[in-house]
């Protein structure tokens, strides 16, 4: 992917990121933090975290650009533009991309990790955004959409032009998780199924079957960075801030590696088939209902 008009300067590195992400603050009244915080992972690659001032759950949000369309990856968790202006954000990045970049007719995708609110709050944003197309965050939508409904065990490709990701049906989180594999970056996108927090699981049978499908997935891919949608737990192993925390002056790091995903493993087979709270060193097996 390189030449004129196209992708170039390819970053695939296992490197810590090495960003220091917006956080919170003790006083959310005076919290000084941008309404979203924007990382350039690479030129053709951006990581955006939303303020936990505007709210607590200050989700990820990943922004990919391809030689013919970008793909925009959950949403966030305020749906009011004034108080979280995502569209701003990404038309201001999109801008950016195509002065570098430039070419005519280029789309903006919107997909989710999955259909909770707070990764799908801004979609409302870019309901009325030229050259846009906006695919619901429901299983039948979103399933759909990337070839799942008939057979949810495939790997489907998304192609954005000279960058084509795969994605994988992840149910147990949610019935309509799904996992994006970047092979520009390395990057696997895990939503809220993998992260460091607390692993909040609507199917344990589902999730346990999800877990082993990313562990294989993973060991035929280089992956550089595991990465999922939020940062709950604290430095200290197996203690997490507590729901409705605004400030984290103590997170670890955004990035995992596949190790964790055998760490979520080991977990599943410790607490075995009935579903149990259980804290471990970087997450907290989480079952609902």
Not at 136 to 157: C, K, Q
Request: proline residues 8%; negative net charge.
């Amino acid at each position: 992917m390189s030449g004129a008009g196209e992708l170039g300067g390819r970053k695939f590195s296992a490197e810590p990121l090495g960003v220091a992400w917006i956080h919170g603050s003790p006083s959310a009244k005076h919290n000084t933090d941008p309404d979203l915080q924007v990382h350039w992972y690479d030129e053709h690659t951006v990581v955006l975290r939303q303020n936990k001032a505007i709210d607590y759950e200050a989700p990820f949000l990943y922004l990919l650009f391809g030689e013919r369309q970008a793909v925009l990856i959950d949403t966030g968790a305020t749906a009011s533009p004034d108080f979280f202006p995502v569209r701003r954000t990404v038309d201001d990045l999109v801008g950016t991309w195509l002065a570098r970049n430039p070419r005519d007719g280029y789309r903006l995708l919107v997909l989710h990790t999955h259909s909770h609110g707070d990764h799908v709050a801004g979609d409302g944003q870019f309901l009325d955004r030229p050259d846009t197309l906006v695919v619901g965050a429901d299983r039948h939508a979103a399933w759909a959409f990337l070839g799942f409904a008939e057979n949810p065990e495939t790997v489907r490709p998304l192609d954005l032009g000279g960058r084509v990701l795969e994605a994988l049906a992840t149910p147990g989180h949610d019935a309509a998780a799904i996992t994006f594999y970047d092979p520009w970056t390395g990057f696997l996108l895990t939503g809220d199924t993998v992260y460091r927090g607390r692993l909040y699981i609507e199917d344990w049978p589902a999730f346990s079957r999800t877990i082993d499908r990313l562990i294989a997935f993973a060991g035929r891919r280089p992956v550089t960075h595991v990465l999922g949608c939020h940062i709950e737990m604290t430095r200290r192993p197996g203690v997490d801030y507590p729901i409705r925390t605004t400030y984290q002056p103590e997170e670890p790091p955004l990035e995992m590696t596949p190790d964790h995903l055998h760490a979520v493993r080991a977990a599943l087979d410790e607490v075995g088939p009935e579903p149990a709270r259980r804290a471990f060193a970087d997450f907290i097996l989480w079952p609902k209902g």
